[in-house]
């Protein structure tokens, strides 16, 4: 016999409150937590309208109101009683689960770090009910209330007996995250049941807000928007062994790097309907999607909705309070199906990336011609701008030293003051036999124009002298233009003089003959 041991016993029993609270604290961990599980309890009353509406960002008030079945009144006395569910009656149930929730830990677990009030009304009440809970989850008031069929559940000032987690949540930053958060779940609710309406009101002001829906494709363009579903592929999968279903909506193949994000926000994955965190799921799609998109870098997460749905019996839901992981009994069997589906749209990953790496190659190396090709313009015209800005001053120079010796020499005087064996004049009369209107052609040498150009070419000048009676002046002037503008085309370096003056000559001979 076991010899009979002496002392204090250090072990005690909880005292009821504190293991209440020590619990309900696992379970509802956050505004995100009670939104979530309140929430799913309205989807599994078969609510078609679900509307959260929070104030303070849900630190001093949470309402979540429904269309659903509502709370008998049978039933209200235990409807915040831990443990106590209508979804479940004993341990065998677990393998052909179909609700979101199954462990009656929710409300009473609220009513342990909040003030609650449940009103509620089904099918059969002539009237709602209003009904006001303890921390133990104990009905202690209930009155008559004006409210259609549904259930409204009202929580206020969370976490008050819980002063270090109400205050970390005081920090703005982690409050707007928290937010962030509740709008993130709202969403993979509306895309997973497109028939409900769903809404998220904020301080009175609609943060987001989805109507009822056809299908999942309508769902989902409410949430992402129509130019990103664009870029998303349809794609039904399914196996009969193991016995899984898949449906899908990926980016299309090669599609761009904007139908990916920093975070996992649009990254929705479903097993039997219910929102989770699978990273061996999210790793396999971000293998084989960036494998397929060189631009894309691999931290980037794809905008995908995926989901799968298994019998019951081959997932385990209760992994931890808040259900966002779940356990699959055939792991790597459900996986192979995935990646099976994730062949059918992207190939190979290997042969993806190879293909995608020569496409990002190719395009390297037009883009590496393309910009050799460009470079050689840009030397060429920049050789040409060099080439003319150095010549044109020359040629201005050259021009405008002509005219201003023209301009400042009189013709006349240039004309009487060449040698008498190179002048060589003419003169014709009008047809009324005056003499008043003579035209006088006279050849003037290149030194004594310009003189002043050191390096200028031999050139020839070509002048005509008219008189004042301009009555008929139709031919010249013509040739007064040439006194007016210089022509530089005979300054050209390579134009020998002698074949200046005989152009010239020939061209005076032309003028004289018409102007007589």
């Not at 019951?312 to 199906?337: C, F, G, Q, W, Y």
Request: charged share 25%; with cysteine.
């Amino acid at each position: 016999m076991a010899a009979m041991t002496t002392g204090t016993r250090t072990l005690q029993p909880l005292p009821a409150a504190t293991a209440r609270l020590l619990s309900s604290t696992q379970v509802i961990t956050s505004v995100f937590s009670v939104v979530k599980e309140l929430v799913e309890n309205s989807l599994d009353a078969h609510a078609t309208s679900v509307d959260v509406k929070l104030e303070g960002f849900g630190f001093e008030k949470i309402v979540v109101s429904d269309n659903g079945d509502g709370i008998s009144r049978v039933d209200t006395e235990y409807m915040a009683q831990r443990h106590y569910t209508s979804k479940l009656t004993h341990q065998a149930d677990l393998d052909s689960l179909e609700t979101y929730g199954f462990r009656g830990e929710a409300l009473g677990s609220l009513c342990a770090v909040a003030d609650v009030t449940v009103t509620t009304k089904t099918a059969a009440d002539d009237f709602s009910m209003t009904y006001t809970l303890n921390k133990q989850g104990v009905v202690t008031n209930s009155k008559p209330a004006h409210q259609g069929q549904g259930t409204t559940i009202t929580a206020t000032n969370l976490f008050k007996n819980v002063p270090v987690r109400r205050q970390y949540y005081n920090a703005p930053k982690r409050r707007k995250e928290e937010l962030k958060r509740v709008e993130d779940i709202m969403m993979a609710f509306g895309v997973i049941t497109p028939d409900v309406r769903l809404s998220l009101i904020h301080n009175k002001c609609t943060v987001w807000h989805k109507n009822k829906a056809p299908d999942h494709r309508a769902a989902l363009v409410n949430v992402l928007g129509t130019s990103t579903m664009s870029l998303l592929h349809s794609v039904e999968h399914r196996s009969i062994e193991p016995q899984v279903e898949v449906l899908a909506f990926l980016p299309k193949p090669g599609s761009v790097p904007a139908v990916s994000r920093a975070t996992t926000d649009r990254s929705f994955v479903f097993f039997n309907e219910r929102p989770v965190q699978m990273k061996g799921v999210e790793k396999l799609v971000r293998k084989y999607y960036h494998g397929n998109t060189p631009d894309g870098g691999s931290s980037r997460h794809p905008i995908m909705f995926l989901s799968i749905r298994v019998p019951p019996a081959e997932i385990d839901p209760n992994v931890e309070p808040n259900k966002t992981r779940v356990l699959l009994h055939n792991n790597d069997s459900i996986l192979s199906v995935i990646e099976e589906m994730l062949q059918s749209v992207y190939g190979s990953p290997e042969n993806s990336k190879c293909a995608a790496t020569s496409n990002e190659e190719s395009r390297k190396t037009s883009h590496t011609c393309n910009s050799a090709i460009d470079t050689s313009k840009e030397q060429n015209t920049l050789a040409e701008e060099q080439s003319s800005t150095f010549l044109a001053p020359t040629e201005r120079v050259r021009e405008d030293a002509v005219t201003a010796t023209v301009k400042n020499t009189p013709v006349r005087e240039q004309c009487e003051t060449l040698d008498p064996e190179k002048r060589s004049g003419r003169e014709r009369v009008n047809a009324n036999g005056n003499d008043d209107h003579v035209t006088e052609d006279c050849e003037i040498p290149d030194s004594e124009i310009l003189g002043a150009i050191g390096n200028a070419s031999s050139s020839c000048i070509k002048t005509k002298v008219v008189s004042s009676n301009d009555s008929d002046l139709t031919m010249e002037d013509s040739i007064l233009a040439d006194i007016k503008t210089p022509d530089t085309s005979c300054t050209r370096p390579h134009r020998s003089q002698d074949n200046a003056e005989m152009s010239f000559l020939s061209m005076s001979d032309s003028l004289l003959n018409k102007v007589g």
